[in-house]
């Protein structure tokens, strides 16, 4: 927790609405009795196993296992460390947050060094393109690209000049060379081993993250020469598959609209927000990933995609579709008119002619996949061409968790195809129930490290959480796992006289006791008398505890080796009567 006082994290857990917070990043997530309950951003699946206890200020995930407060959730969604996490939590809560570097271990200290060399970068490479001479081609570049000057501004765009400037630039700012090489900003000569800056003599496009944080950089060359573009290396800022061109700069408009549009390149979404369609923005030069999606999903429920009209941009859009459809969103795709990219379109003819000509007419990922396939068979279609077609089409509908939708695009494609709806859905059942297409149908769940609780361990931590008082009642010995002694000796040993002591608890606790503990913490079943079931639970085994002890005392006593005990008979008969009912229930 470094150095941010505990009545800081207190305030910030006190303010906040767990429910509100995985509401922006779980939709829909419904209410299911005193919980809410949606399905997991952790992991792919399609029946929801994920809860969320406003009560508690918990969730946890019955399916993969991953739980916590408000805390662990933010830096899980959003991969932040705990300072990152708190930062952004307080501004949401309100609370003013203030840490001296002490608070930051060295890995903590290393990302934010290199999170101030990045910024500095952006500044330095825009500076450059607006003042220094050498950017004069640079800046008839994005003339001739129609960028304005507030897109320019906006975007922060930039330019490396041909013999490097930044190893210089940034030594006189106290940047080590070799922190530039971590982050992808400079690189070895292969002859000489001498640095030299990653980017030179090309345009620049920074690149940043949903938080608005410059991760890393796309470079294009203005002339002959390949490759055309060049992004940042992937480096402990930066993975290109799970960042999205733009998303920052539009993120206002796509959580406003729910939806957002995905596009190819830079200038297509420079060009998009240029002409106020600002939910618009792209991957970088990879395909769309399951990071993107999620990322995506996030913020909207709803994906555009507009992709190039040719081969390659086709497919690219079928892929993408299909991962954004596997995600949960609700994708559509759509070409532009007369084989131009988004950028030249818009343009030449203006974002109305965008949206009448090519996002009005976008089709949903079935059927464009179906005429985009059909499109490539000899016409009419023969028997052989309908079933590769089916089967093609089939494999996207399988990826979709909604039921209704799968029915319904069934049974037009059955329609288009000229073929029984029935034959198709058993064709989907048979490649369902290949290992291969099961794969391709959904995600497992992550394997994690969970500690079990034996049944009667859960129930009597289960009492102890809905009422903490009771843990006075239960002695260490009468817990049977290590796990549950664990977790009855921090709770017993805190305070749980506020509203965030279940939080205060998963911080006290090992990742594995506290994955089991979210579980039981996210319960609402009502109990009208918890101290009187956790006491059944403790007279059974205390019974059984005092049964094995006199039980053998019993038997010699039985086989003249002992003299007889009249009142530890009397006990044992009563000790095996009260054991053999709770057998037979």
Known sequence: MGLIPAETIEAIRSRLDIGELVAEYVTPLQRAGRNLKGCCPFHQERTPSFIVSPERQTFHCFGCGEGGDAF??????????????AEKLAGKAG???????????????????????L????????????????????RKYFAGRKVTAKSVEDFRLGYAPGGGSLLEAAAKKGFAGELLVRVGLAAAQKTTGKLRDY???????????????V????????????????????????????????L???????????????????????AAHQHGLVQACAPLGTALT???ASLLKRYCTEVAVVFDADSAGLNAAVRGAEVGLAAGLGVRIATVPSGKDPDEFLHAKG??????????????????????????????????????????????????????????????????????????????????????RRRHQEAPAPVYEKAELPEDDQHLLMWVLKKPGLAALIKEDELASDTARRIWKTLKGMSTSDGAWSARLLEALPEADRKATTGLLVDDKKEDDPEQKLMSVLNRRRAWTRLREIEPLVREMGDGRRAKDPAMQQEYAKLLTQTKKHQTR
């Open 72 to 85: 662990t959730f933010l830096m899980k969604i959003e991969h932040l460390s705990f300072m990152e996490a």
């Open 290 to 292: 399951q990071d993107h």
């Open 119 to 138: 910024e500095f970068a952006a500044g330095h490479y825009h500076e450059v393109l607006l003042k220094s001479p050498a950017a004069e081609a640079a």
């Open 215 to 246: 991760v890393g950089f796309g470079g294009r060359i203005m002339g002959d020469g390949e490759p055309k573009y060049l992004n940042s290396p992937d480096s402990p800022a930066f993975a290109k598959g799970r960042v999205l061109y733009g």
């Open 199 to 213: 980017f030179y003599d090309r345009v620049l496009f920074p690149i940043r993250d949903a938080k608005g944080a």
């Open 351 to 436: 974002l109305e002619a965008f949206k009448t000509d090519c996002l009005m007419k976008s089709k949903d990922l079935v059927e464009f996949k179906t005429d985009l396939l059909i499109s490539k068979e000899s016409q009419p279609l023969s028997p052989q061409a309908k079933s590769s077609v089916a089967k093609a089409v089939l494999a996207s509908i399988e990826q979709c968790p909604d039921e209704i939708l799968k029915a319904e695009w069934t049974r037009k494609l059955a329609e288009r195809l000229g073929v029984a709806q029935e034959a198709l859905l058993r064709q989907m059942d048979k490649d369902a129930a290949a290992p291969a």
């Open 95 to 117: 609370v003013k947050l203030e840490a001296t570097e002490e608070a930051f271990g060295p890995e903590a200290k290393e990302r934010l060094r290199l999170k101030e060399l």
């Open 248 to 270: 920052f700069e539009g993120l206002a408009a796509v959580r406003k609209a729910r939806k957002a549009v995905l596009m190819e390149g830079y200038m297509d979404v420079i």
